[in-house]
Every structure is written in structure tokens, then in C-alpha cells.
């Protein structure tokens, strides 16, 4: 697994590419393409790529959402309720999410 420090090496490297042509066509393209760049193995799980981490990568240009809490408890360090009053940000309705 990769560390953290590791990953800040690599992402920098794979920044200084520039732009880079996603390997898949369809949603799961930039993530995909992402991880081949990082040397990381493609897999459908729901626990944190790195140290801890789950990596998550989009096209700028879409307006689709990124979901970033998953329902598999194994993945969690601290409850659900207790990230989201922490990390959470208000929307439009002034609750946090």
C-alpha cells in the first residue's frame, strides 16, 4: 500500500504531466486512469486506497456529485454523525452535508 508521503511524490509527478488522456471512456474513466498513473490496483471496494485514504478523482466539467461517505462501516475512524458536524459544510437549507 501506498503511503502518504509516497502519494504526494507521485501526484506531484503525474501533475507535472499536464494534461493526460483518460485511459477509459465513461464515469469511471478519470478514476481509473488515476490510479494506473499512481501504480495502484483498480478495485471495487469500499475501503481507503492509501494509509487511510480513499481516493476520489472527477471531470471538472460535469455536475454530477462525488460521494464521499460510503455505508460500509469497516471503512469509518469515527461516526458518521460525529465527520459530518465536523467536516460537513451547510447547503442551501442551511444543514450540513
Request: one cysteine or more.
Amino acid at each position: 500500500m501506498m503511503t502518504l508521503d509516497e502519494f504526494k511524490i507521485a501526484f506531484s509527478n503525474i501533475r507535472n504531466l499536464g494534461y493526460v488522456k483518460t485511459l477509459r471512456r465513461g464515469p469511471t474513466g478519470v478514476g481509473y486512469t488515476l490510479e494506473c498513473l499512481l501504480n495502484i490496483d483498480e478495485n471495487n471496494i469500499d475501503l481507503p486506497d492509501l494509509e487511510g485514504i480513499e481516493l476520489k478523482a472527477h471531470r471538472s466539467n460535469v455536475n454530477s456529485m462525488i460521494t464521499l461517505f460510503t455505508f460500509n462501516r469497516k471503512a469509518w475512524k469515527m461516526p458518521p454523525l460525529q465527520a459530518i458536524s465536523k467536516y460537513g459544510t451547510p447547503n442551501g437549507n442551511n444543514r450540513l452535508g
